[in-house]
């Protein structure tokens, strides 16, 4: 009860630092007596607030079907190759089609971010099942491989720019009118949530989950999807953002157990928490510059992430002291 209520009361206060904090002076004075306070406040920091929450709790979201249905704590779309196969769909989709519309961007994106984690899906299931640890190590490797065709076509075709706006996340652009397509993700997090009883059940393996009466496939494939639609619309937007679908669900799970009904908005919570304060973060280390928010959290989610790979469960060290 007191971890919930952390939770809550923080993410509170982050939304509002959010609000408030930035170059522009914006007030609660200010808003009921300047009118460029309130056009700033109006176009650029409620969407941009919302942008981050929204990308915070769908990438959170997302690492945890990861986790549930590949059955590996050490798994996530950036680490998978999944967000640098949605920056390659996007790449070329820019390169063959300039006029193209965002929709059409993102649903090549997607279909992109589908494929890359489908390539490692059947790479994965070659891998030893005991040898947890090699499946983000491989993931990594195989990320880093489509990322270099990428960065190669970019290069030959002067669109570096671009490329490196899609691999490191950065809300300074978001204005009203620019980030809306975000909220799908907020629709793809409620189907999430009401699926989470059959995802819990698919982390079982299909052999359990098959006798107890789920298609094991078409919940895969259906997290899957979610998935890469989150990712997609998440380069598409802001760029990509590492390590909050890995570094998130691990925590919470451990202080709150492995039910993801129960979970999951507590997960989806924290996870924009965790990027409120690292936006934040990116606009007061070189103020009045920003730092884009993907370094912030490719820092902290290092660190983070190091700490879950040499830090044992509670429950371990007890059976460690008892023996």
């Not at 971010?113 to 491989?138: C, E, N, Q, S, Y």
């Not at 491989?145 to 075709?157: P, R, S």
């Not at 909220?183 to 982390?203: P, R």
Request: charge should be positive; include cysteine.
């Amino acid at each position: 009860m007191i971890l919930r209520a952390v939770i809550i009361i923080s993410f509170l206060l982050l939304v509002l630092s959010s609000l408030f904090i930035g170059v522009s002076e914006v007030s609660i004075h200010t808003l009921f007596t300047d009118e460029a306070a309130r056009e700033v406040f109006f176009a650029s920091r409620i969407p941009r607030t919302a942008s981050v929450i929204l990308t915070g709790m769908s990438m959170a979201n997302a690492g945890l079907i990861m986790q549930m249905l590949m059955r590996n704590r050490f798994v996530e779309p950036s680490m998978t190759g999944t967000t640098q196969a949605a920056a390659l769909g996007l790449l070329l989709v820019t390169l063959l089609m300039p006029q193209g519309s965002v929709t059409l961007k993102m649903l090549f994106a997607c279909f992109a971010a589908i494929i890359g984690l489908m390539g490692f899906m059947l790479i994965v299931r070659v891998l030893p099942p005991t040898a947890k640890l090699l499946a983000p190590l491989v993931g990594i490797i195989y990320g880093g491989v489509i990322g270099a065709v990428a960065t190669f076509i970019a290069y030959e075709y002067d669109m570096m720019q671009y490329l490196v706006a899609w691999f490191i996340g950065d809300f300074s652009s978001v204005l009203a009118g620019r980030y809306e397509l975000l909220w799908l993700t907020a629709a793809l997090c409620i189907l999430a949530f009401l699926y989470a009883n059959q995802f819990t059940i698919a982390g079982l393996g299909k052999d359990i989950s098959t006798n107890l009466g789920l298609n094991h496939n078409t919940i895969v494939m259906i997290g899957l999807l979610i998935v890469a639609l989150i990712s997609a619309i998440v380069v598409v937007t802001v760029g990509a953002i590492p390590f909050v679908g890995l570094v998130v669900p691990n925590i919470v799970s451990r202080l709150m157990g492995d039910n993801v009904r129960q979970v999951l908005p507590w997960i989806m919570m924290s996870g924009a928490a965790l990027v409120l304060a690292c936006d934040i973060l990116s606009r007061l280390v070189n103020y009045p510059y920003e730092i884009p928010v993907g370094t912030i959290i490719g820092i902290i989610g290092t660190i983070l992430f190091l700490y879950l790979l040499y830090e044992r469960p509670r429950r371990s060290r007890v059976r460690s002291a008892d023996a």
